[in-house]
């Protein structure tokens, strides 16, 4: 196994970031290693002086050479959590985008669980029903009840969004 590195985090005086992905600080008799917390979007993040930092970034500030001066730092193995020096690359969006759909890392959520739905399934059901059953001009009066817009009430009637392979 690789010998752990520490190197002083510049802007941040008394902590200090390893190849291993690891972040200690000096503001006590001993060292101590931070455990950071992993945010909803998998990553592993340090709170230092009252600024939330990511270790992954820190890592990769610290002992990856940018001279192409990319902007994001890609997890090689997809695993997010990985900070480790050999897991770590400078990256554009572009290529980050690419790597991610190429380890699966996104998958593509429909329905209900998209992250920006409004309707629950059961809503959508409702309006199909009440799509069905209704007078013409119905469209308007379900975009106020359910808080869209008219023209998603009528993808929904045209099958183009919410469609039943969704939800």
Request: hydrophobic share 30%; with cysteine.
């Amino acid at each position: 196994m690789e010998e752990e590195v520490w190197k002083q985090i510049e802007n941040f005086p008394g902590y200090e970031v390893s190849n291993r992905g690891r972040v200690r600080s000096y503001k006590w008799t001993e060292p101590r290693v931070l455990k950071g917390k992993q945010t909803s979007y998998g990553y592993i993040q340090v709170t230092l002086l009252n600024k939330q930092l990511y270790v992954h970034r820190l890592v990769a500030q610290a002992f990856l050479p940018n001279p192409a001066d990319k902007p994001e730092v890609n997890h090689l193995n997809g695993i997010k959590t990985d900070n480790r020096i050999q897991n770590l690359e400078w990256c554009t969006s572009s290529e980050n985008n690419l790597h991610s759909h190429r380890c699966l890392l996104r998958t593509h959520t429909h329905g209900q669980e998209h992250h920006s739905a409004k309707l629950s399934d059961r809503d959508v059901q409702e309006i199909r029903e009440k799509l069905w059953m209704g007078k013409r001009g119905i469209g308007k009066q379900l975009a106020q009840e359910y808080g869209v817009c008219e023209s998603r009430i009528s993808n929904i009637k045209k099958g183009k969004a919410w469609n039943r392979s969704e939800g």
